[in-house]
C-alpha cells in the first residue's frame, strides 16, 4: 500500500492541514542490499585499517608472517568477491531508480551513486591484482623500507588507492542505499512526531520526496 505523506508549511495551523500538499510515496525495500554492502565491506576491512589483506591483517595480529602466496590468493578473492557483490548492487540500483518518478538525476541518483560507489571501492582491489599479476609496476601500497600494517606506512598510492577511494566508495554506497531506501524520509517522518524537531522535520519531509 502506497504510504501518504503530508508536506506541512512550518506555519502551518492545524485548521490549514486539508490544504497542505499531499505526495504519495512508494515504499522502498533495499534490504538484501545493505546486507550485501555489509559483505562488500567486511572483505576491504584490511583496507579500511591500513593493510593490503587479511593474512596481512593477521599477521600483524598475531606477530607471524604472512606468505607472498597467501597475500595474492587473498587478493583475488577480495577482487572477485566484491566485484560481484557491487555489481549486482550497482544492476538492482539501475532497476529500481527504472521506476522512480522526476528529472532524470533525481530518478536516476541512486544508480550512480552506487556506480560511482562501486568503482571507487574495486579501485584498490584492482591495483593489488595488477601488481601482483605483473601488470603494472610502481603504486605501492607502503614507502620503501616499511613492510606496513599500519597507516604511518602508506605511501601516496597507498593513501589514494586504500583510504581515500575506498572510505569515499563506501560512503557513496551508504549514501546510494539511504536514497533508494527512503531513509531520510523514515526519519523525517519520526522527527515530525515531536513538536520540539518540528521545525527541521518539516523541510527535511520536503525535500526528501523528490
Not at 12 to 20: F, G, K, M, P, V
Not at 130 to 158: E, N, Q
Request: aromatic fraction near 10%; charged fraction near 15%.
Amino acid at each position: 500500500m502506497d504510504e501518504e505523506i503530508c508536506v506541512v508549511p512550518l506555519l502551518c495551523r492545524s485548521d490549514a492541514l486539508d490544504a497542505c500538499e499531499r505526495v504519495v510515496v512508494e515504499p522502498e525495500r533495499f534490504g538484501g542490499g545493505i546486507f550485501a554492502a555489509v559483505v562488500s565491506c567486511i572483505t576491504s576491512l584490511p583496507a579500511l585499517l591500513g593493510t593490503c589483506c587479511f593474512p596481512a591483517l593477521l599477521a600483524g595480529i598475531f606477530g607471524i608472517s604472512a606468505s607472498v602466496a597467501s597475500r595474492e590468493f587473498a587478493h583475488s578473492v577480495a577482487f572477485v568477491a566484491n566485484l560481484v557483490i557491487l555489481s549486482n548492487l550497482t544492476q538492482y540500483a539501475v532497476w529500481k531508480s527504472s521506476a522512480r518518478r522526476g528529472l532524470h538525476f533525481v530518478k536516476y541518483g541512486p544508480a550512480y551513486l552506487m556506480l560511482g560507489g562501486s568503482m571507487l571501492v574495486m579501485a584498490d582491489l584492482t591495483r593489488h591484482v595488477l601488481k601482483d599479476a605483473g601488470i603494472v609496476s610502481g603504486l605501492d601500497m607502503y614507502k620503501p623500507g616499511c613492510d606496513g600494517g599500519s597507516f604511518g606506512c602508506l605511501s601516496a598510492a597507498g593513501w589514494i588507492f586504500t583510504v581515500v577511494c575506498t572510505y569515499s566508495g563506501y560512503a557513496y554506497i551508504i549514501a546510494s542505499i539511504a536514497w533508494t531506501t527512503g531513509f531520510l524520509r523514515k526519519v523525517a517522518n519520526r522527527l515530525r512526531g515531536c513538536e520540539c524537531c518540528f521545525a527541521f522535520a518539516v523541510p527535511l519531509v520536503a525535500y526528501t520526496n523528490i
